[in-house]
């Protein structure tokens, strides 16, 4: 063939390709004169295929989704993994008298093989229509490999040219090892030629791809691939007859749609960054989600759920708003600690006025938060400190969004979640004690949020609850407490040894005679929608088995459209056999809204058709029958929650605040309270189930938390003496210093402690000291010490609660306080001294009373001692002053003679008693050192004669020998 020859061919191809894509689409409603079945090249939107999804699953296109029952392989053909398809989109999904006559199959096509192929061929072939819903099951899982009741001729299957989507440039016909292009292919719906179908139903269908390619150094004809698909016919395009599918029953369908956003804003209110407001702008999440319910062909099959928090929000930016400085990029700000002192407020607000994190009143904002109003004395009040902001942009977009949201009561049923959409089981499983009591208040506070912002619409429904996860007993039966009536659970939250059969409508026994009646996800369409409406796939998914990659020799990448297709047929073979357990959907939070539309204008056509209802998730639940499946909830909770460290954190500065919270309320006082109140406020969503992926935001709240309760207890400390306290007696107070540099009145105790060999006890006052601001009072403490000396004790502030309070202090004590022991052996020695005393006076007395015989007990107990040595003093003593008196003449005498003679005969004849002592010397100390009277001397002795020349001496005394 010459190049000119050759190059005329290629246009002509080109032509004949381009006039297909052009007549086709036009032509769907009207009957072609011939069998026209083409394969369409670069086709309007064929380029724009879907990406691959997820691992490869699902022995068929419409099974879509792990997890579906039964799947396995279907006979396998030489060569027919060679390859791998990805549906983008079916054409209509469900046909009907208005839909067109034509159906389209986009998608791509990747030769997965180590060699090249060439020659592409296909054709479609469809079976007969499954009459009930197990046939359309066998379907799924059998596909016939050569349905015949319509066969197709085999038509070239050329790619399309230039493709987006990452397809390589193809030839026509041929696909390179490795290689993807893009495709499409179209056939006549009704009439005598292509699908030939004639009456409403589901058929089978098969893509049929062959070619040629490399076995054995030979280039061979083989199917090389195929594709099965479901398609659902409610009326047949252009037929005069008006036929349409027989639904004995319509299928209640609802899918609850969650509008959500994390917690924004942080204590007192002050948004901690902007990120709401680009979720609400134009192209932004909750815009793109709110859009998507709003243009739904089907309203009644979709539920909004609403998070009252996402209202309170709203209505606080439409208010005007301050957001923190250094928030951005999606991480919020964390607001400095609340330390500023008591301040006159400004005349007008630096701010606009701020709702507190977690606020339900009905108005949309409230003035900053006042620690304190202005009291009697005339005092300015206390007001907390205002942070460095910036003004919000966003409040005209969230003036509009809040509109847009309360004009959904009128078209759809709402269902109203607990303030924040807490995850209660998370916090149950993380200790969260109080997690059920919570749960209660900020029900109470969503009903009051949803009848201020939307008003009593009546299809607003405040009572069911909507489990983020799987819950366990403890956890359903606090939603029970906290008046949800009913609850909508995924099928994981029922335990595996429960018999719930096809049932969707269920019982789940909580003990105690309790039942709270719910409905289950379906367990066959459930998870096809969460496919139609999740493309992309869950981190961390299991791969799939070799058996759920095979399609009748093919590999099939699951789509969003090819799980639709599934989900369609199903649904309308149940409204066929008259099933009508309800399907209500939870869609994951990673959702895809050009599925939900996509699934709306699905749902709409079979809507029409009476095949699908919309679904009330409150009616269903209050018509549970009493016949229901009685089962029992999951034992442990798996899945994702809300991180441990996370939860350890909040459980600790709750605590805390708590803490503190005793401390500064003081009755009548109400500035530390009111900050407290603030604070507890802030941490009200802080257990909501958006901060699963990222705690951020709730990390920066606990963090201004923890800084303004750390400011709070430096406030208030023990001031100690640089000595040691002194008790003076064994009862004596201990008296404590205790400052308050806060600017709010707080109320602590004290306790003291010491060692048992210490000897110490101190009693606290039975009831907290009050003290003010900037004051410091003295606390005083009764003591029992029993022992005198240096003593150690700890001194340890407390609150009212007997917390402690900052670390504890070392006291020095010095008592001077007697001990037992002591007084004992002081007692003994008075005792002692005071018989010592008694018995001398007791002598005296008989002294005085018989003063020449002296006293016989003490002569014997030492008169010769004492006495008589007190007596001989006395004479000598007498003898130095002047001689014997006695001994002396009474006329003057001789003095010479009367010291001579008088001495001595005083000495001859001085008698003595029979101890040898003398008791004219038995003289007491007393007596010693108080002069003594004169006493009368020894009768007088006659003077010797003067012719007595040898004298004569007194004879001697019966004790013995002059001496």
């Known amino acids: 063939m010459t190049r000119r020859s050759g190059h005329w061919a290629v246009g002509v191809l080109m032509c004949l390709l381009l006039m297909g894509a052009a007549v086709l689409p036009a032509a769907a409603s009207v009957r072609p004169a011939g069998a026209v079945s083409a394969a369409v090249s670069g086709a309007a939107g064929v380029g724009s295929a879907s990406p691959e999804v997820g691992a490869r699953t699902g022995v068929s296109a419409q099974a879509g989704a792990a997890g579906s029952p039964g799947w396995r392989a279907a006979e396998q053909y030489s060569n027919s993994g060679t390859l791998e398809f990805t549906v983008s989109s079916v054409t209509p999904q469900v046909v009907t008298a208005s839909s067109g006559n034509v159906l389209t199959i986009r998608g791509s096509v990747r030769n997965v093989s180590g060699a090249d192929v060439t020659g592409l061929r296909f054709r479609l072939q469809r079976g007969a229509a499954l009459p009930d819903t197990a046939a359309v099951r066998k379907s799924l899982v059998e596909p016939a490999t050569d349905p015949t009741a319509a066969i197709g001729p085999f038509r070239p299957f ?20 490795g290689q993807q292009v893009d495709f499409a292919v179209a056939e006549w719906i009704g009439g005598s030629s292509g699908l030939q179908i004639t009456s409403p139903g589901v058929y089978p269908l098969l893509l049929n791809v062959n070619g040629t390619t490399e076995i054995d150094g030979r280039q061979r ?106 928030g951005g990029n999606g991480r919020p700000a964390v607001q400095p600690p609340l330390t500023d002192s008591p301040q006159p407020p400004p005349t007008a607000p630096a701010t606009p006025p701020q709702q507190p994190a977690g606020s339900d009143a009905a108005g949309s904002a409230a003035a900053p938060v006042t620690a304190e109003p202005a009291r009697p004395d005339g005092a300015d009040p206390l007001r907390l400190p205002e942070p460095a902001t910036v003004p919000g942009p966003g409040a005209a977009a969230a003036a509009a969004f809040l509109q847009r949201i309360t004009a959904l009561t009128r078209t759809h049923r709402l269902i109203v979640l607990p303030t924040s959409d807490p995850d209660v089981q998370s916090a149950l499983d993380g200790g969260v004690t109080d997690a059920g009591a919570q749960l209660a208040a900020l029900a109470e506070a969503g009903r009051r949020t949803a009848a201020a912002r939307l008003g009593s619409a009546t299809g607003i429904a405040t009572e069911v609850a909507v489990p983020p996860g799987p819950a366990t007993t403890d956890t359903l039966a606090q939603y029970l407490g906290a008046g949800q009536t009913g609850a909508v659970l995924r099928r994981s939250s029922v335990a595996a040894g429960s018999t719930v059969g096809s049932s969707n409508q269920v019982r789940v026994e909580l003990g105690e005679g309790r039942a709270l009646p719910a409905v289950l996800t379906d367990a066959e369409v459930g998870p096809l929608l969460d496919r139609a409406l999740a493309p992309a796939p869950a981190a961390g998914g299991a791969a799939a088995t070799p058996a759920q990659t095979k399609l009748a020799g093919s590999n099939v990448v ?101 803490e503190v919270a005793t401390a500064l309320a003081v009755p009548n006082r109400p500035a530390g309270s009111a900050l407290t109140r603030t604070l507890a406020a802030a941490t009200a969503p802080l257990l909501s189930a958006s901060l699963r992926s990222d705690t951020a935001p709730g990390d920066a709240v606990l963090a201004t938390i923890d800084g303004t309760t750390a400011f709070l207890r430096q406030g208030v400390q023990l001031r100690l003496t640089q000595g040691s306290y002194t008790l003076a007696s064994k009862d004596a107070p201990l008296r404590l210093d205790i400052t308050n540099s806060l600017p709010y009145p707080v109320l602590v105790n004290v306790t003291v402690s010491a060692p048992a060999n210490q000897g110490l006890t101190a009693i606290s006052p039975a009831q907290p000291k009050l003290i003010e601001p900037g004051q410091t009072a003295i606390l005083q403490l009764q003591t029992s010490v029993q022992k005198a000396g240096r003593l150690q004790a700890q001194a340890q502030l407390v609150s009212p609660s007997g917390a402690p309070w900052g670390p504890p202090a070392v006291l020095n004590i010095r008592s001077d306080a007697y001990g037992a022991l002591t007084v004992v052996l002081i007692a003994v020695a008075g005792g002692v001294l005071f018989l010592m005393v008694v018995l001398r006076l007791w002598q005296r007395w008989r002294q005085r009373g018989n003063p020449d015989g002296g006293d016989a007990a003490g002569d014997a107990a030492g008169g010769d001692a004492v006495g008589g040595d007190a007596g001989r003093g006395a004479a000598a003593g007498r003898a130095a002053a002047g001689g014997d008196t006695a001994g002396g003449d009474p006329a003057g005498g001789d003095p010479a003679g009367s010291d001579t003679a008088g001495s001595d005969t005083a000495k001859a004849g001085r008698p003595r008693n029979s101890g040898g002592t003398d008791h004219t010397g038995d003289v007491r100390v007393a007596d010693a050192l108080t002069p003594a009277a004169p006493t009368p001397g020894p009768p007088p002795v006659p003077a010797p004669r003067a012719d007595d020349t040898t004298g004569s001496a007194e004879p001697a005394g019966p004790a013995g020998k002059e001496r």
Do not use: C
Request: avoid cysteine; hydrophobic fraction near 45%.
């Open 158 to 177: 050329a790619a399309a040219p230039g493709a987006a989507g990452g397809a390589d440039q193809p030839s026509g016909g041929a696909v390179a090892a």
């Open 221 to 326: 004809p083989l199917r090389l691939g195929e594709l099965h698909l479901l398609l659902t016919v409610t009326a047949v395009p252009g037929q005069a007859d008006g036929k349409v599918l027989q639904a004995k029953q319509s299928v209640p369908v609802g899918l609850l749609w969650q509008l959500s956003s994390r917690p924004h804003r942080g204590v007192q209110g002050y948004f901690l960054d902007d990120q709401l407001a680009a979720e609400i702008s134009a192209g932004g999440r909750l815009d793109t989600t709110l859009r998507a319910i709003e243009t739904s062909a089907l309203p009644g099959a979709v539920v909004p759920v609403i998070d009252p928090m996402l209202l309170d929000e709203l209505a606080a930016m439409s208010a005007g708003y301050r957001v923190l400085q250094g």
């Open 558 to 658: 699951p789509t969003p459209s090819s799980a639709l297709n599934t989900t369609v047929a199903l649904l309308a073979a149940r409204a066929v056999d008259g099933d009508t357990e309800p399907v209500l959907q939870l869609p994951s939070d990673t959702v895809d809204t050009r599925g939900l539309a996509e699934l709306g204008d699905a749902l709409a056509a079979l809507s029409g058709a009476d095949v699908v209802t919309g679904a009330d998730p409150s009616a269903l639940l209050q018509r549970t029958p009493t016949t229901a499946p009685r089962v029992e909830p999951v034992a442990e909770a798996t899945g994702a929650g809300l991180n441990p460290d996370y939860l350890r954190h909040y459980r600790d500065t709750k605590a805390e605040l708590a």
